[in-house]
């Protein structure tokens, strides 16, 4: 197994009632977007509910408590797909996420 190298982050991301997605991280000098694959997300505050293949809601989409982590780092799956189409809604109030980008 290698390790994993870290290519971007997002701290302090607000996620109130409607839904987010994320800002994929940018090359340092060309500007080109980069393609992670690989992604751990620590939710503050409040919970949140995520979904990539639809918008989530209040009642729909897969949970995801306070204080927890959403972990997309296995490291012999490529979850490029889901980090490009996630969406994320905070429930009850407007949690944060802090993100790292992984590859």
Same mark, same amino acid.
């Given at each position: 197994?290698? /390790?994993?190298?870290? *290519? &971007?982050?997002?701290? &302090? ?34 919970? *949140? ?33 889901? *980090? ?5 809604? /905070?429930?009850? /109030? ?5 993100? *790292?980008?992984?590859?």
């Amino acid at each position: 197994m290698s /390790g994993f190298n870290q *290519i &971007g982050e997002e701290y &302090g991301k607000s996620v109130g009632g409607s839904a987010v997605g994320l800002t994929l991280p940018a090359h340092p000098t060309s500007g080109d977007t980069l393609t992670p694959k690989h992604l751990l997300v620590f939710v503050h505050s409040f919970p *949140i509910r995520w979904s990539a293949h639809s918008i989530p809601s209040a009642t729909s989409g897969m949970w995801v408590p306070a204080d927890s982590y959403i972990n997309w780092t296995e490291p012999d799956w490529n979850y490029f797909s889901f *980090i490009k189409r996630v969406r994320f809604i /905070g429930i009850g /109030g407007t949690a944060t996420l802090d993100i *790292i980008y992984l590859d």
